[in-house]
């Protein structure tokens, strides 16, 4: 019995792998691990890991870039140097670190290189804090210099 089991886990790795490789393939038709009952019962936070989610090349949906493309282009940011590629990080409630209010935190961060990013806010029923905009374009700015973007949802 220790010999089959042995026999079997030794194989099991390889079979991973090629499991692995071929799921990012069958998920740009079958989004496998996209589960629409989690972006049910929306608030703002909800509603954040939802544009997260759909934002990111490697989320739960498996379509890769595609929505991310689609979104750059509704806003016209192909124009201003935000064109997708691989090297794409999506976050969620990134910290205003770069300016003395550290504590605040920008909903949704897509940052293409490190070197430019679409910040996003996101505010269906929740009020403006003081001075949380101004305080959110001087962390960007301080971060990425004039290759920002902040988009705002209300």
């Known amino acids: 019995m220790v010999r089959e089991l042995e026999h079997f886990f030794r194989g099991l790795d390889a079979r991973l792998k090629i499991l692995r490789k071929h799921q990012k393939e069958f998920d740009r038709y079958l989004a496998s691990g996209l589960n629409v009952f989690s972006l049910l019962d929306p608030n703002e ?90 305080d959110y374009l001087q962390h960007l700015h301080k971060k990425y210099g004039e290759r920002f973007v902040l988009i705002y949802l209300s």
């Open 45 to 134: 936070n909800r509603l954040s890991d939802v544009l997260v989610n759909f934002l990111d090349p490697a989320g739960t949906h498996g379509q890769g870039c595609s929505f991310l493309a689609a979104f750059i282009k509704q806003f016209n940011l192909e124009d201003q140097g935000y064109p997708f590629r691989n090297d794409v990080s999506v976050s969620r409630e990134s910290t205003t670190t770069h300016i003395p209010a550290d504590r605040r935190r920008i909903d949704v961060v897509i940052t293409f290189d490190g070197r430019s990013a679409i910040a996003i806010e996101n505010k269906p029923w929740a009020r403006d804090q003081v001075r949380q905009i101004p």
